[in-house]
Each structure stands twice: as C-alpha cells, then as structure tokens.
C-alpha cells in the first residue's frame, strides 16, 4: 500500500520511511494476536464472522464480519496444523532438523525463503507457532526464522514496486535496507536477545509461543527507535543506490501514475490523474523552455546546429500526446464508478484541461519548430530591441505555464485565479511589442523588416499559449471552486 501511495504521488519517498518502521511495529499485533490458544472457540469465532458478513447489510458490520471470519478461519487452521503435526514430535530425524534451526544462519534462510513464498511473515509466523506449541522448536531456534521471515516479507514491497516509479522503488529498497540492517544487528547476539526476551516474558508466562511472538515485537520496535534518528542518512543512500535516470524517464512511452487497480476507489484514482496531469504540463513546459534557442541565439557564436533541440521537442510532443490519450483514457473508466458530484465536475475540468494542454504542444511542434529552419534560412537575426521583447515575453509564458502547473499539483484554484489576472498583463504586453515592431518597421530598421514575418508569426503563435493557458486557469477554477474554503480569493470574487 505504501509503495502505491508513493506511487501515485500521495507522500515523497522521504516521508514514507518512518511510515515504514510504524508499519512493522504494527504488523507483530498480528503475530500477538494468533498466539492466543483459542481452541475450544474457534467454530464460534467463525459463526460469528459469517453471521455478520451474509445477515446484515451494513457495510461497517460485514467489513467487522470479514475480520472476525479470518482470524477464525486462520485459528481454526493453525488448529488443524497443529494436530497433524503432533506425531512429527517423536520423529527423531525431524527433531534433528529442529535442533539445526538453532544455527543462526539456517533458521534465517529458511525463515526467508519460506516467507517469500507465501509473501505472508503472519502466516510463516503462524507456522512457527504451531511448531512452538507442539514442542517442536526452542526459542533459540524460533528467532533465526522471524529475523528470516522479517527479510522474506519485504518480498512483497519489491513486486508491487516492479514497473512502478523511482520513487516508489526506493520505497521497497529501503523497506529491504531497514530490515538486513536489523537481522545482521540481531543475528550474532541471539542467544544474549533470547535471555533479555525470557527475562521480560517470565514473569508473565514461560510460554515458548509466547517468547518467540514477543521477540518479534522487540525485534521490530528496536529496529524503529534506532533507525528512525537515522532516516534522513538511510534515504540520501538509497538515493545514491537507486538515482533519478531523467533521461530514460523522457524516452519511455510510460505512465507514472495511472493505475488501474484504483480505479474503483475514485477519490484515490483522480488524484492520481491530477498527478499524471501535472506530469504532462511539465513536458510542455520544458518544450515552450527549450523551443526559443534558435530565435535568439547570435548567428555569428556558431551554435547553430539544433538537431538536439529538435530530437528533445519531438520527445516530448510524442510524450504529451502519449499522456493526454491515456489520462482522458483513464478518466473516462472513472466516470463509470459512483461519483459526486463535485468529482464529476472535476473530471470533466481534467478532461478539458489535458486537451488544452496536448494543443500547447501541438503549436510548438507544429507551428513554433518549423519557424527554426526557417529563421536559419535568413541571413540576419532580429534586432536588439526585437529579440528582448521575444525573450520577455517568452519568458512571461513560460512563468505563467509554471505556475499553472504548480496551481494543478497543490489543487489551488487561488493561484489560478492569480494566474488568469496576470494573463490580462501579458497579453496587454504583446500588443505593446507588437506596436514597438511596427514602429521599428516604419524607421526602416533593416533587422526588424528582414525578420518582420517570422518575428509577428513568433509573437501570435506565444500569444495563442497564453490564451490556451488562461483557458485551462479558468477550467481549473470552474471546476475546483466547490472545493475551496469560504473567504478564498476566488470566493470572494464569486461573491
């Protein structure tokens, strides 16, 4: 679950690691839970679960109910195993094999492989249990396979985090990291853990059972208040370990975000979409970066060889439309769930917000890249005063685009509000510099009349992106305001 949410981009990886060491504290309440003897009521405990579950239509009672009938069904197994293994006890060749699980390095193993398997430490737990009750093993020989089976569980992390993103890999790497630092810090000094573990267990009960669940606790809780000063260390190394590979990442045809399995949890899938959404405004924000080079590069620094830019921009245009397919794809399945309607209203936002988006892309790639080849077939560049306004007013976009982009990752109708006021201001200074080209036409400015086209095609083309980009400011407020605090800017405006 922890590595779906880093995943979708719920929390960072950074955030996610004291996360996990809470998570494996609370994993040995399981463990607690099923060393309990309750025999004598495990049919009861599973008449009741099944009561619960088909005889009432609450969803709180048959969600209890599924619980109940669980732990019932995993008693009432643990019982049956137990029984099936009791003549194992005066098995002298498997009684040998038990002894040898005292050595530290076979009992972790084997505690790791087996829980690999069944991708469970709860249930190999339960087997050592069951083992424990019937006499079967040691404490000594029972901690080798919980440090084994505390390896073997992060088995789990790793598959959910195959195909997933860096971050979330990092989640499942550290998960790995916290637990072999835990197991090689325990291994060599089992014997001393197992006489501080009877010394706090004694004076309660001598239970073997209860020795072996108990130094599982110890064993996670110890982990967590050692490690948890450190998380900030142990993040910059699987950091280092597992880096960022940005430019395999702007080559793959890939989503980051979108994952079908949540799709049935709408709440949860559309922040997901927000978060592929955010994703694709970012592409479009490094191609309306990148694209202007060629117009105000100097001709005479020799820099005129733009094959990259154009490799870059052609990345990217086929990344945007790749994701503006898939999001509106995905969107689309979510709408089929139960929705409010203020999930509905943002859907619909979204949907318009990526096509908004996908035609930004589409004018740099379609009407700004073909302007390079053409500005390279002149024999000037454009005047001083002509190329300051094109980088200012190209920078301006690229803020404005910037800041959408943040306003959608921060859900913050606010700063799109900010944004459509300031929209007013840039395309208030295209028109100036437009008059400013104009006039330098009329002095016969001989670099302003060679590069007249080109410059007014540039000027109308970055001007239909912020137009585009007011637009989607405007879809963004329309469709989050039922979401927004009274007394926000928007509200007040509203009002």
Request: with cysteine; charged share 20%.
């Amino acid at each position: 679950m922890l590595v779906g949410f880093v995943h979708a981009g719920l929390m960072d990886f950074m955030q996610s690691l004291g996360v996990i060491l809470g998570a494996d504290i609370g994993t040995t309440v399981t463990a607690q839970l099923i060393a309990f003897r309750m025999t004598d009521y495990v049919l009861l405990i599973v008449a009741t679960g099944f009561v619960m579950r088909t005889f009432f239509k609450n969803d709180n009672i048959c969600n209890a109910g599924d619980v109940v009938l669980g732990f019932g069904l995993l008693f009432f197994g643990m019982n049956l195993m137990s029984h099936a293994m009791e003549p194992l006890r005066f098995c002298e060749r498997f009684v040998s094999m038990m002894k040898g699980l005292e050595n530290p390095f076979v009992g972790i193993i084997i505690g790791g492989i087996f829980t690999a398997i069944i991708q469970s430490s709860a249930a190999f737990i339960g087997i050592v249990i069951v083992l424990a009750h019937q006499g079967n093993i040691t404490l000594e020989g029972g901690i080798p396979l919980i440090l084994g089976a505390n390896i073997g569980t992060c088995i789990t992390a790793v598959i959910a985090s195959l195909g997933a993103s860096r971050e979330a890999k990092r989640v499942a790497a550290a998960h790995v990291l916290f637990k072999v630092f835990g197991v090689i810090a325990f291994m060599f000094w089992i014997p001393l853990f197992a006489s501080f573990v009877r010394y706090i267990t004694n004076p309660f009960t001598s239970s073997t059972v209860r020795q072996i669940v108990n130094a599982h606790t110890v064993f996670n809780v110890s982990l967590a208040f050692v490690l948890l000063p450190f998380t900030d260390l142990f993040g910059r190394l699987i950091m280092i370990i597992l880096p960022k590979k940005e430019w395999e990442e702007a080559r793959r045809l890939e989503t980051f975000y979108l994952d079908e399995d949540r799709i049935i949890t709408p709440s949860i899938a559309i922040n997901l979409a927000r978060s592929e959404m955010a994703r694709m405004a970012k592409l479009v924000w490094q191609m309306l970066s990148i694209v202007i080079f060629p117009f105000i590069s100097d001709r005479g620094s020799g820099n005129t060889d733009y094959a990259y830019l154009i490799e870059s921009v052609n990345l990217c245009e086929d990344k945007v439309d790749f994701l503006e397919e898939k999001i509106v794809d995905y969107l689309v399945h979510i709408v089929k769930e139960e929705l409010s309607e203020e999930q509905s209203l943002e859907i619909y936002g979204m949907m318009s917000i990526v096509k908004d988006l996908e035609g930004i892309g589409d004018i740099i790639h379609r009407n700004i890249l073909p302007l390079v080849k053409k500005k390279e077939s002149l024999d000037t560049d454009f005047s001083p005063e002509g190329r300051k306004e094109l980088i200012t007013y190209h920078e301006r976009a690229c803020e404005t685009l910037l800041q959408l982009k943040n306003a959608l990752v921060e859900v913050d109708p606010d700063k799109a509000f900010e944004i459509v006021q300031g929209t007013k201001d840039v395309l208030r200074l295209e028109s100036k510099y437009r008059l400013m080209h104009l006039e330098r036409l009329s002095y016969h400015n001989r670099d302003s009349m060679a590069t007249h086209e080109i410059h007014m095609e540039l000027m109308d083309l970055m001007k239909h992106i912020v137009i585009y980009l007011t637009n989607i400011a405007k879809t963004f407020i329309d469709t989050s305001v039922r979401d927004h605090k009274p007394g926000s800017t928007v509200q007040k405006r509203l009002i």
